[in-house]
């Protein structure tokens, strides 16, 4: 059964720290934009929101281009160390680029639909900055990011034409779930092919149930 | 009125769609090149007929022909995916012919300083990947794989593997510096000389042939026959060989 657990806990393992460096870098980069007033914000915006309309093929060039060993970036790269293409590392960078816009575009709404008047309040009354976004901003928006967060596990978990593209068909080291499933049916193994799409399928949804059920009773509590 | 020029728009790219004329020639990734240069000669000679060409791993396109996709004739760079199809009634076999050979090479990074001169030098510690194309579903790499177990090296060298879907994917983690050596057919190599530099010519235990057929579910019969005596007559061959393919 390696066959079938190895690329899933491989594909786990990504799309957990794709989600993780999103949340980090979508809300950062949420609040930073829902509190920037310029008209330049829009186009940020846009180009942000690039990977959810790109081909995944088209950014899996981009990050062969960028980062690999011959890329723009890559000496840069190798003196630090790092290498990206064909590792685990890779894909989860691939990952983390495809569901970027889908952290990112919920925290910005909800970052916005916050009233200003509470984080006003709480300055008056002696807050500082990082205080105000770490207990009233954040708490606030948590339920839209969160459910952001899920729809990028969820995406991260399917990610497959940019991470096929930068990470390779390593099995054991870089075929995820999806890449297998790629491979198994190219190959003819039809019912290697079915078992892995059952099991993707499952933990998508379990994945999804689970996090929905867990996440709105804990911001019941946190709700002001 | 504001979806009329979506409409125009959509009329527009109907009108190019497939017509009657249309033969579909699936072939290996391996004969990319060389058939385009071959359709057009072949439509030349042929002026209602336009030659629509579909490339990916022989494989793929076997199991494409084998769920109905509606090509006419099938190209294949060995005989395993062509006795593939055969078992799976998807190609004539009354029509199956060997049209060219190849040699399968191992190619280096044209820039690269490690000293690989045979596939043994893989061992090295120095060398950290090899791309070949999966041997699942890539003629290339059942023929590397082959090579390499003759040898007594496959499992050494497949220890650092990069899969490839196809022989063109092998040949551009190569030339991008992105693996240290490739296993690619020797037209494909010659394909990016400026990139890539051919280190040795590797024995394979069977000859390295590529067989064409006409598909069973054609709808155009006669004139995928036509095709395929083409591609095997003076004019094909000569189209063929000036790509760097060897006759049969």
């Given amino acids: 059964m390696d066959s079938l657990w190895v690329p899933l806990l491989l594909t786990l393992k990504v799309a957990l720290w794709a989600t993780a460096l999103n949340l980090v870098l979508g809300v950062a980069v949420a609040f930073g934009l829902s509190r920037w007033r310029s008209h330049a914000r829009e186009v940020a915006d846009a180009i942000l929101t690039l990977p959810l309309v790109l081909p995944p093929t088209v950014l899996g060039y981009y990050l062969l281009v960028l980062l690999g060993r011959r890329g723009v970036f890559g000496e840069w790269l190798d003196r630090l160390g790092i290498e990206l293409v064909f590792t685990w590392q890779g894909a989860v960078v691939a990952s983390t680029l495809v569901a970027f816009p889908l952290v990112h575009k919920a925290a910005r709404a909800a970052f916005e639909a916050v009233d200003p008047q509470l984080e006003s309040a709480g300055r008056v009354l002696g807050l500082r900055e990082a205080a105000v976004f770490f207990r009233i901003s954040l708490p606030l928006a948590a339920r839209g990011i969160t459910a952001g967060a899920l729809l990028a596990f969820a995406r991260a978990m399917g990610e497959f034409g940019a991470t096929l593209m930068i990470a390779g068909n390593l099995p054991g080291r870089t075929q995820t779930l999806s890449v297998a499933i790629y491979a198994a049916v190219q190959a003819g193994d039809d019912r290697g092919a079915a078992i892995m799409v059952a099991v993707t399928s499952v933990t998508c949804v379990v994945a999804l149930l689970l996090a929905g059920w867990l996440a709105p009773a804990h911001l019941r509590r946190s709700r002001p | ?248």
């Fill in chain 2, 1 to 248: 009125m504001r979806l009329r020029p979506f409409v125009a728009l959509l009329l527009l790219t109907g009108a190019s769609a497939a017509s009657a004329a249309d033969l579909v020639v699936s072939a290996a990734s391996s004969l990319t090149d060389a058939f385009q240069a071959v359709g057009k000669a072949y439509e030349a000679k042929h002026p209602g007929t336009h030659v629509v060409l579909n490339f990916a791993a022989s494989d793929v396109l076997l199991r494409q022909i084998a769920s109905g996709a509606p090509a006419d004739v099938f190209a294949s760079a060995d005989q395993t995916a062509m006795d593939k199809a055969v078992a799976a009634k998807a190609i004539d076999p009354a029509t199956r012919k060997d049209f060219a050979s190849n040699r399968l090479v191992l190619v280096v990074p044209q820039d690269s300083k490690a000293a690989i001169g045979s596939p043994a030098d893989l061992k090295a510690d120095s060398v950290k990947r090899v791309a070949y194309g999966d041997p699942a579903s890539v003629p290339v790499g059942r023929y590397t794989k082959a090579a390499l177990e003759q040898q007594g090296l496959w499992d050494a060298v497949s220890a650092k593997g990069v899969l490839a879907q196809n022989v063109r994917q092998s040949l551009d983690y190569v030339a991008r510096g992105e693996v240290d050596a490739g296993f690619v057919f020797a037209t494909d190599a010659a394909i990016m000389k400026d990139k890539v530099k051919v280190a040795a010519t590797v024995p394979t235990p069977k000859p390295i042939t590529y067989p064409i057929a006409v598909v069973a579910g054609s709808k155009q019969p006669a004139d995928a026959a036509a095709f395929e005596a083409f591609v095997q007559s003076a004019e094909g061959r000569k189209i063929l060989s000036g790509f760097g393919f060897e006759a049969p």
